[in-house]
């Protein structure tokens, strides 16, 4: 069957398995290999994507369910800023070692990019609860928390000098 799918901006057309799993069409066919695939169980969530800007276990989700509709990955984080740039989830997790092996950590920044889109000043039991459908055998989860409260301050930071400027722009014109 042919899908037509946009992957982090761009689009791809493949003829496809109708059984084919989403995890399975960005890593295999796509060659996007930061999705990872923790288990056979629909558990761990190191497969979470977004699909049409809500995060879904991507193991849970056939290929041609994406039909026509946008996906992005982690690799499509910082996509649109400069080389040097980071998503700040991406920064968080960096700087408040949110990682320890990495294994679930697409599938936590994905899930915490799609919390601050609709929370951007999320407590800790929230962010909790977003990650709750998520498993890390490393952190004990408390650092991935403080990567994303630490994400969440940096975005307000950055809205923050982005109005003043604008503020002051306007106030020179
Ligand atoms: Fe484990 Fe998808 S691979 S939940
Ligand atoms: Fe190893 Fe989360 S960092 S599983």
Same mark, same amino acid.
């Given at each position: #069957? ?5 992957? /982090? ?29 923790? @288990? ?24 041609? #369910? ?17 080389? %040097? ?10 700087? @408040?070692?949110?990682?320890? @092996? ?6 936590? #920044? #994905? ?9 951007? %000043?999320?407590? %800790? ?12 055998? @490393?952190?004990?989860?408390? /650092? ?26 306007? %106030?020179?014109?």
């Amino acid at each position: #069957m042919q899908i037509t799918v946009s992957v /982090n901006g761009e689009s791809y057309v493949r003829d496809v398995e109708p059984r084919l799993l989403l995890t399975h069409f960005l890593r295999d066919e796509l060659r996007l290999t930061g999705t990872h695939w923790g @288990c056979d169980t629909s558990n761990c969530g190191a497969c979470v994507v977004r699909l049409d800007g809500v995060p879904v276990k991507s193991c849970t989700v056939l290929a041609v #369910m994406a039909d026509g509709a946008e996906v992005s990955t982690v690799e499509g984080l910082a996509h649109g800023r400069s080389d %040097a740039e980071l998503d700040p989830v991406q920064e968080g997790f960096m700087v @408040c070692h949110g990682l320890q @092996c990495g294994f679930c950590t697409p599938g936590m #920044m #994905m899930t915490s990019r799609a919390l601050l889109d609709r929370d951007p %000043a999320p407590t %800790a039991e929230t962010i909790r609860e977003a990650i709750s459908g998520q498993i890390c055998r @490393c952190t004990g989860y408390e /650092n991935i928390v403080r990567s994303v409260q630490w994400a969440a301050a940096k975005e307000s930071e950055r809205k923050r000098d982005t109005t003043g400027d604008t503020e002051s722009s306007e %106030a020179m014109a």
